[in-house]
T-cell receptor, first 112, second 113 residues
Framework: RKEVEQDPGPFNVPEGATVAFNCTYSNSASQSFFWYRQDCRKEPKLLMSVYSSGNEDGRFTAQLNRASQYISLLIRDSKLSDSATYLCVVNPSPGGYQKVTFGTGTKLQVIP | DGGITQSPKYLFRKEGQNVTLSCEQNLNHDAMYWYRQDPGQGLRLIYYSQIVNDFQKGDIAEGYSVSREKKESFPLTVTSAQKNPTAFYLC????????????FGPGTRLTVL
């Protein structure tokens, strides 16, 4: 089993739709979780951290399910500008440097 | 403005030549990282450094070398021993404490002919 797994997509959704991505992780000791956004041929940029209680930033909601070992990203009212690849990132353990693991990404295409 | 710079953006080299990719940050971050990204794949860690004059191998260090003589700089050399060097190379930095939030440079796209 991969350390971090994502559905590669692509997810093709119409403007205004709600779309959700999941990311599963294998290390139950993982402590920190993030979603990054990567536009085509550009660097990844931090979208949001994922907190245990779930968190929201405008149209974006991130949630963590420790029991089932997955995180999710929900995008409401999709915009054309949301088209990108969304990377799930996991920090395995606290205390000093631990390897940061990236998922392979889920590609989202928002269609007019 | 604070940030991470990588140069050049595009780089072409002949097979068998060593090439050095530049990465500079003015975020005052202790930790710096080099990743490689191939089409349809996630980021794979090549080397990382937590402090000046110290660095560790990542998952795919073979054929690469780094140095960390200054806090701001973490150059990566792609040697002729790297069998498949054509890729998108990303440099990142972060503070040392967890959670590790990484900030990325714009990347260098290396093509070996």
């Amino acid at each position: 089993r991969k350390e971090v797994e994502q559905d590669p997509g692509p997810f093709n959704v119409p403007e205004g739709a709600t779309v959700a991505f999941n990311c599963t992780y294998s290390n139950s000791a993982s402590q920190s979780f993030f979603w990054y956004r990567q536009d085509c041929r550009k660097e990844p940029k931090l979208l949001m951290s994922v907190y245990s209680s779930g968190n929201e930033d405008g149209r974006f909601t991130a949630q963590l399910n420790r029991a089932s070992q997955y995180i999710s990203l929900l995008i409401r009212d999709s915009k054309l500008s949301d088209s990108a690849t969304y990377l799930c990132v996991v920090n395995p353990s606290p205390g000093g440097y631990q390897k940061v693991t990236f998922g392979t990404g889920t590609k989202l295409q928002v269609i007019p | 403005d604070g940030g991470i710079t990588q140069s050049p953006k595009y780089l072409f080299r002949k097979e068998g030549q060593n090439v050095t990719l530049s990465c500079e940050q003015n975020l005052n971050h202790d930790a710096m990282y080099w990743y490689r990204q191939d089409p349809g794949q996630g980021l794979r860690l090549i080397y990382y450094s937590q402090i000046v004059n110290d660095f560790q191998k990542g998952d795919i260090a073979e054929g690469y070398s780094v140095s960390r003589e200054k806090k701001e700089s973490f150059p990566l050399t792609v040697t002729s021993a790297q069998k498949n060097p054509t890729a998108f190379y990303l440099c990142a930095s972060s503070i040392r404490q967890t959670p590790i939030t990484q900030y990325f440079g714009p990347g260098t796209r290396l093509t070996v002919l």
